[in-house]
């Protein structure tokens, strides 16, 4: 974290980093992904002194919400949808594609 950061600043970089981990990131790329995170937050909000046109004009990185992570937004997975029908035990659910199921659930 650079000189002169925040608590709160240094908290959101743990958290970052330490959930990047849990999903299976290197620590390498978990302390990118964190510190990145954290310099476009704080170019945000005006705390750092050069902030790049991205950082200030584009979403905050909260609102993102991992919109450009994975595969896009295809919903659920199949695995989830499953392991739902289970719980409000559908029957045929072990002969369902993905599609089934998620109309199965009202999805």
Known sequence: MPRG???KRERQYEHIKESAEKRG???G??????ARTVNKERARSGESKTAGRTST???SSSQRGGQRSGKGSQGPTYDQ???EAKKRNIHGRSDMNK???QRALGK
């Open 57 to 59: 004009q584009d979403m």
């Open 29 to 34: 790329r978990a302390k990118e992904m964190a």
């Open 81 to 83: 949808l499953y392991q």
């Open 25 to 27: 990131a290197s620590t």
């Open 99 to 101: 599609q089934q199921l």
């Open 5 to 7: 950061s925040s608590p």
